[in-house]
């Protein structure tokens, strides 16, 4: 069961103050993230002892520390929270956390894992955070600067204009490696826009692949950014999309 049709189970919305006190949750799971991604998740282990005071986590960093299969962690937890009647910030961060569990156990990056919690708490969350947590002396490796430099505007505003259904149209087959050099240096606001276009899946592994490239030279950016402006044109001209929105 996905989050959305676990939450619609469960019936409950979250206030803007649980919401807000939920970050620190976010921020401990985006720390662990981090030493399993640079360390390996066998690194996790020196870290259980310092989770005593947060016993759903404990339980969920042990079940990958034992090999469990992700989709039977998945299930344990959401069991787990199923079995009582946690309401308010109780029920967020346990939410939080199985969805961070699951996130590093699939070896996300720390800033997709931001990201995908960040969206639990609303659509503009994870930037905010982005930020919020690129200050931290703890996490400073997610700095966001190498993807916030000059972009092509007429790129980006080119595909802001289109519809969530062109946008899919546009992006579907486009190999992952050629959005994220396409994106590398596009804001972050103007990625998670482009998760409209694409699977939850596409989007996490082209989150992936831009926290993985170290560099990448504005003629590279460019170039990737031409190719799938060519394909665009071809798609108008054939009439599979709409002309965009200011046409």
């Known amino acids: 069961m996905n989050m959305k049709n676990f939450l619609s189970s469960l019936e409950v919305q979250f206030s803007q103050e649980e919401k807000q006190s939920a970050i620190s949750t976010i921020h401990q799971i985006v720390k662990l993230s981090r030493i399993a991604k640079e ?12 989770l005593d005071s947060n016993i759903f986590l404990k339980n969920g960093i042990s079940l ?5 299969h992700l989709e039977l962690v998945e ?29 590093i156990q699939s070896g996300l990056y720390p800033r ?3 990201y995908l919690l960040g ?10 955070l982005l930020l919020l947590f690129n200050q931290s002396e703890e996490i ?3 700095s966001p600067d190498k993807i916030t430099s000059t972009e092509s505007i007429p790129f980006t505003e080119k595909l802001l204009q289109l519809s969530e259904a062109d946008l899919a149209s546009l992006l579907i087959g486009i190999d992952y490696a050629v959005l994220a050099i396409a994106f590398f240096r596009c804001s972050t606001e103007f990625i998670y826009r482009m998760k409209y276009g694409v699977s939850k899946n596409s989007f996490v592994e082209i989150c992936n692949y831009i926290q993985a490239i170290e560099m990448v030279s504005p003629e590279d950016a460019l170039e990737s950014q031409s190719s799938i402006l060519r394909r665009l044109e071809y798609l108008l001209s054939c009439g599979e999309i709409r002309a965009t929105n200011n046409e």
């Open 112 to 114: 997709t894992i931001i």
């Open 75 to 103: 299930k344990i937890l959401q069991y787990s929270i199923q079995s009582e009647s946690y309401k308010g910030i109780d029920l967020l961060n346990r939410l939080l956390i199985m969805e961070g569990v699951l996130a």
């Open 39 to 50: 360390q390996g998740v066998l690194a996790l282990e020196s870290e259980i002892s310092s």
């Open 119 to 128: 969206s639990v708490l609303g659509e503009n969350y994870p930037d905010k």
């Open 140 to 142: 400073k490796t997610l």
């Open 64 to 68: 990958i520390l034992d090999g469990v």
